[in-house]
């Protein structure tokens, strides 16, 4: 209830006052804070604030209406851009947002999908096994349903390719119990470990995940995935 009505109380004050970027118990918060706005195409804009209370992001659409889409509250403010929602890709008619859940390592970030004229949250996507910052390649990959909001019902058979601006979801089938083979030979805590960094050459997309580690067995045992982006960009 106190989150509830000291958020209503920072919106009330952001729509009287306007941007708020100032706390004068805290000079450091200007150094990590930056009230710059990132701007998109469509006219619309993301900006940070922030006072001795919390810190908070907003959305500001080309017609004038805006919306807080996050915030910090109380000591948390000071992992302001380390903490949740922390950067933005801009794509043709969405943005994404990075979440971190954790200010140091190692959980993997999640990610949220919000609609670039209007803010308004589309879709929570999780966490995923490649990003694309490529607007000619508007695409997500990520285990299906894998998140931490929604791990119970994760598939960890399955890939999903999102697309971010048609919301076309495609799944591709993984060898039955790849992931957590590779997860209980290695020790990993979560299925987006067993995936090197992808690679994209030409518009085709690698993805290479561990099954067996050589430090545990003298054998490595590495499975490759090729996805063609193009398929999946319109």
Not at 17 to 46: H, M, R, V, W
Not at 120 to 139: E, H, W
Request: glycine share 6%; hydrophobic share 35%.
């Amino acid at each position: 209830m106190r989150t509830l009505l000291l958020f209503i109380a920072l919106f009330l004050t952001f729509i009287a006052k306007g941007q708020t970027c100032a706390c004068s118990k805290d000079s450091l918060l200007q150094e990590y804070i930056s009230c710059k706005p990132i701007n998109f195409d469509n006219g619309s804009k993301l900006y940070w604030s922030y006072n001795c209370d919390s810190s908070w992001l907003t959305f500001k659409g080309s017609n004038g209406r805006k919306k807080i889409i996050f915030s910090l509250d109380g000591d948390l403010k000071a992992l302001t851009t380390r903490l949740g929602y922390t950067s933005f890709t801009e794509f043709t008619n969405t943005f994404l947002v990075t979440n971190r859940v954790i200010s140091g390592c190692c959980d993997p970030d999640d990610y949220y999908l919000h609609d670039k004229s209007s803010g308004q949250l589309k879709k929570y996507l999780g966490r995923a096994v490649f990003v694309s910052d490529n607007r000619n390649f508007p695409i997500v990959v990520t285990i299906t349903k894998s998140g931490y909001k929604n791990r119970a019902s994760a598939n960890l058979n399955e890939l999903t390719i999102y697309n971010v601006d048609t919301g076309k979801e495609f799944r591709l089938a993984l060898t039955k119990d790849d992931i957590e083979k590779g997860m209980k030979n290695n020790g990993f805590m979560f299925p987006e470990d067993v995936f090197d960094t992808p690679s994209i050459i030409g518009g085709y997309l690698t993805l290479r995940y561990l099954i067996q580690d050589y430090k545990k067995s003298k054998k490595v045992d590495y499975k490759t995935i090729v996805i063609d982006l193009k398929k999946y960009s319109s």
